[in-house]
């Protein structure tokens, strides 16, 4: 009798895991894909802004992770794979647009030269003599970013370096951060046994890499997610599931219309907070470190712009704490990946982790703050030939001080035949989601073998 699997959420983790499944259960496998929306790919999602296709979800991958251009040369679209133009990024801060600081590991800066003109003189002192100060590390601590960065190198260096670029990746901040995520290179420098955070910091550095350092699909994600959708063959439930219960063999489902779905083995693919119901009865004590992992919504208003508006040769902005601007970050697209047609392409973010922003200010609003912050930070007051806002509620995880520990108390609490998949996992962006996938496949094709 032929397997029959059941993935419920249609996001990039749901569907790589669909794909997976396939290859490895083959033809004759029953594969049921569940999720509501109006269209699979979750937090990837293309839009045409302007007559161009543009992310209006997460926009660009780590190149050097392996996941995602193994996937598309798998697929068959290597071909896809695009870089960035090579312009770089500014920061907003104190009112300004500084260059971003070279030489950093997540805005951590390995010599106090790096952001100087960023911060003050007595910041710079202050770094200068922290290999001097008295130190000590637990070999797997895991401190916040703030806690430990904001010490040893002071204050504005986690506002104004630091932050921008972790409200960028986790609409989160500092505080909410874990050093094992934000920077595990860092964290096993000091296990090592770094002597101080300078030394640990130009231990964990990456060396420089040729080429771009990002990479994005020609097309946008939707090529993607359109050739995973066919090779998968999955049946796609375009319905909520509401609970999942053991069955006499396997699992049972019931979604949101009252139907009950059989499965042999389940990949639940959504994120934490959705997890920590749908588990609550089968697994109480995954259900409750899953509950443990707070997440962030966000805002994102995508405009198209006249050719020709007059904006700087530089990737896009990110904003430092406390700065009167009402957006977090801004992405020049047609900067970052090369122009396209007549338009140029911007994206805004709003939204960071403890406000209600994306839940609670309208389109018209966002439309309003977009203008606003353009005209700050380039003098730019040109109106759009086209917008689109989009938001994502509850789609942010912030990976706090312990949370490598958390996720293993939540993967050892699951039955051998349900894994999870998703961004609150293993890291944030699309290669550790792929990877996550991979693994809760992997994890199920061997309890059935074994079986």
């Known amino acids: 009798m032929s397997a029959s699997y059941c993935v419920v959420g249609g996001g990039i983790s749901g569907l790589v895991a669909a794909y997976r499944l396939r290859v490895a259960a083959g033809p004759d496998a029953s594969i049921t894909l569940f999720d509501p929306a109006d269209r699979l790919g979750g937090v990837l999602r293309t839009e045409r802004i302007g007559g161009q296709p543009m992310d209006v979800g997460a926009e660009a991958f780590v190149a050097r992770r392996p996941e995602v251009p193994a996937l598309l040369a798998e697929l068959g679209l290597a071909n896809r794979q695009i870089g960035t133009t090579g312009a770089r990024p500014l920061i907003y801060s104190q009112g300004k647009l500084h260059p971003l600081p070279a030489g950093t590991l997540q805005g951590i800066p390995a010599q106090p030269s790096a952001v100087a003109g960023l911060v003050d003189e007595a910041t710079i002192a202050w770094m200068h003599g922290e290999p001097n100060r008295p130190f000590s590390w637990r070999p797997g601590a895991d401190p916040s970013v703030a806690e430990l960065v904001g010490d040893r190198f002071g204050e504005q260096v986690i506002t104004r370096s630091v932050e921008p670029l972790l409200a960028g990746v986790y609409a989160g901040n ?114 409750a470190a899953a509950g443990r992992i707070a997440v962030a919504s966000t805002a994102l208003v995508a405009l198209g712009l006249p050719g020709g508006t007059p904006l700087p040769q530089q990737s896009g902005v990110l904003v430092a704490s406390g700065e009167r601007l009402r957006s977090k970050a801004v992405t020049l697209t047609s900067r970052k990946w090369g122009q396209r047609g007549s338009v140029e392409l911007v994206r805004l973010s709003f939204g960071r982790f403890g406000d209600n922003l994306a839940r609670s200010v309208g389109d018209e609003e966002l439309l309003t703050w977009a203008a606003e912050d353009l005209a700050t930070l380039f003098g730019v007051r040109t109106e759009p030939v086209d917008y689109h806002v989009q938001r994502w509620i509850d789609a942010m995880p912030q990976y706090g001080p312990g949370h490598g520990a958390l996720v293993a108390e939540l993967r050892s609490g699951l039955p051998p035949t349900i894994a999870v998949a998703g961004g609150y996992l293993d890291g944030i962006g699309v290669p550790a989601c792929v990877s996550a996938a991979t693994r809760a496949v992997a994890s199920l094709v061997t309890t059935r073998v074994a079986r």
């Open 174 to 287: 500092a505080a909410t951060i874990g050093v094992r995520s934000a920077a595990p290179t860092l964290a096993v420098a000091l296990d090592r046994g770094a002597r101080n955070l300078t030394e640990a910091v130009r231990d964990a550095a990456p060396p420089p890499v040729t080429g771009s350092v990002f990479g994005a699909v020609d097309g946008g994600y939707r090529v993607l997610i359109d050739e995973l959708v066919r090779r998968a063959g999955a049946q796609w439930q375009q319905v909520t599931v509401e609970g999942l219960h053991r069955g006499a063999r396997g699992w049972e489902l019931v979604d949101d219309e009252g139907a009950r779905h059989h499965a042999d083995a389940v990949v639940l693919a959504v994120p934490a907070p959705r997890l920590a119901r749908l588990v609550a009865e089968v697994a109480p004590r995954s259900a």
